[in-house]
């Protein structure tokens, strides 16, 4: 048997945002495949399951460069290295197996500066392999992060490493695709958490709610809430230090968010539109747009980030650009991708009426995010 070499998640992430060229063998069942995977500039992914290769690799020894490394991916780590050693031992000399599979890619955060703010900085967490996008602020040793995912650790090195104090911790919504790390990260902060109360209603956990208009300072830098209700009757966004606007799940780089993971799409689609087409127009366009979530990698900027300036996204997102309010309507209620996997469980975590353990969180939360329109 050939020795064949393990590649981690993080490492992973760095050759996709560096844009390098890859080629990876997807080896978990074909619907798994079709409905979430490994996207970036330069990949070249191919899905042959598993099951398919038990007896050796011949149904992929004619899709396998010879020239180039090959990196095998799965569920969760065991099939690809069971796959990767079967292509070392047929002669291939550089086969990497990614370590923990589709769920330690979902989970993994890559930090990325996007500008600075008064005292301080501003950082995008890029969760690659899901979508979600969180963010840090930091002004003279004091920090805020808003939309905490789960895994609190990757936030928790970043801070101590860059000696940030948490003060504030916020979640634009009630989140129906992620489950939200805020609350849990508040409390070993010491940080004061932030929830809209019109997404409150079932909660059975104590915060702080947020309205239309609070500002905050941390450090230096201003942080304001402006009330954006349409993906939920809560959602509000954020305006840092009148250079960013955090969108939350309202407005993304390439589409809309969708007002029905509630299901209350008929009732949220006038709210939805007044948030784009007035609220947000009041702004100045010179805002970049930061938002909660990214759909697909052809979203991401040159280094891995997410972000547009707000004036540029009414030139270009269709969302923004459907004068007639019937079409509109249509758009946002009708033909809409399928729902978030578990996302009445997620909602039901985020309000603190379940409390599943760790490996059913991660279960809750695989697959793509689907909170766009499109």
């Known amino acids: 048997m050939e020795k064949i070499n393990h590649l981690s998640v993080k490492e992973l992430t760095k050759k996709i945002l560096n844009h390098e060229k890859l080629f990876i063998l997807d080896v978990r069942p074909k619907d798994a495949f079709d409905d979430w995977k490994v996207e970036g500039k330069n990949v070249h992914i191919i899905n042959t399951p598993y099951r398919e290769l038990m007896e050796g690799i011949d149904p992929v020894v004619n899709d396998l460069p010879k020239d180039e490394p090959v990196y095998v991916i799965c569920a969760k780590g065991g099939s690809s290295q069971k796959v990767a050693e079967q292509i070392a031992d047929a002669g291939y000399d550089n086969v990497y197996s990614v370590e923990g599979g589709m769920k330690a890619w979902s989970e993994h955060l890559e930090p990325i500066k996007i500008g600075d703010v008064k005292g301080g900085a501003i950082y995008q967490f890029v969760r690659i392999g899901k979508g979600c996008l969180s963010y840090i602020i930091e002004s003279n040793g004091e920090g805020a992060i808003i939309d905490t995912n789960r895994m609190l650790d ?221």
Not at 275 to 292: G, N
């Open 154 to 374: 990757q936030y928790e090195t970043f801070i101590s490493e860059h000696n940030i104090k948490i003060t504030h911790v916020y979640d634009t919504h009630l989140h129906a695709d992620h489950i939200s790390g805020g609350r849990e990260l508040a409390e070993k902060m010491g940080a004061t958490y932030y929830l809209p109360p019109k997404d409150a209603d079932e909660v059975v956990f104590d915060y702080t709610p947020l309205r239309d208009g609070d500002e905050f300072k941390v450090g230096e830098t201003n942080i304001k809430s402006v009330y954006s209700p349409g993906h939920t009757m809560g959602s509000t966004s954020f305006v840092i230090d009148h250079q960013y606007l955090l969108t939350g799940d309202i407005l993304f780089i390439d589409s809309i968010g969708r007002p029905d993971l509630a299901g209350k799409a008929e009732d949220w689609v006038g709210d939805l539109r007044t948030t784009l087409y007035k609220r947000y127009k009041e702004l100045t366009d010179d805002l970049l747009v930061l938002p909660a979530h990214f759909m697909t990698s052809k979203e991401m900027n040159e280094d891995g980030s997410v972000c547009e300036k707000l004036g540029m996204l009414y030139h270009e997102n269709h969302g923004l650009n459907i004068s007639d309010e019937g079409e509109f309507r249509s758009l946002v209620t009708e033909n809409l991708p399928p729902q978030p996997n578990a996302y009445q469980d997620i909602r039901q975590t985020n309000m603190g009426k379940i409390s599943p353990d760790n490996e059913e969180k991660r279960e809750m939360e695989i697959g793509p995010n689907r909170c766009a329109v499109r």
